[in-house]
């Protein structure tokens, strides 16, 4: 008898089953950590796309608060200025929305652009009271030097939140990648040795049935000399 067949064949079992629980129940535990870690990725994704359509939306509006102030200051038309209160509402609103969608390290800028906002449409503001009926007021405001640079500072302001917020995506977007490929080589490793545990179940299973035919015929066989 070779010493696989002297074996308790039960420990031998039992052992394997073990092992095979342990490794299956850790992999499905690092499994369920990187589908986690995935969601919360994607979440972050989501959000920080959401963040770059507001800066646009925002760089828009700044614009159009411009046009349509000038517009009102050289016209006098209603319709300027309904534009212009319309669009330094969305601005406000869409502001808060960006509040909430970007980053922690980002607020602070975000807190830092709601100021240069403000000062943004006090300027606009000065132009709106001018009217059309006070052009010399309202030229001197939209050819003031400090003016001017004011309105470039929230324009810049947002150029450099959205380049802080594409590279922010772009490192999102890589760690999304890596978590992915992490959850499908640890689906593969848990099928992999599902199927490992029912082969060796199975072999198991001809192993002993083998083994106890032999005995069987051992013992049949041994039956007639005892008679």
Known sequence: MSPFERMNLSEVGKAMLVT???????AAVLLFSAEARLRQTNEAVQRTTAALL???ELSELVIGVDYSARGYALTGQQMFLQHEEQKQARLNA???ELAGLVAPEQRKSVTA???LIDIHASIYAKQVAS???RMKEMAAI???PIERN?????INALSRLKTDTLQALDAEQT????????????TFIIVGIAFLGGMTDVMARIWRTRRQRGLAHGAAAVMPEKS
Do not use: C, F
């Not at 760690?175 to 080589?185: C, D, M, N």
């Open 20 to 26: 095979g629980l342990v490794l299956l129940g850790s």
């Open 54 to 56: 507001r800066i646009d």
């Open 94 to 96: 869409a502001w808060n």
């Open 113 to 115: 652009l709601r100021g």
């Open 131 to 133: 009217g059309p009926s």
């Open 142 to 144: 939209i050819t003031n």
């Open 150 to 154: 004011k309105r470039y500072e929230v």
């Open 175 to 186: 760690e999304a990648e890596i978590q992915l490929r992490h959850t499908s080589v640890l």
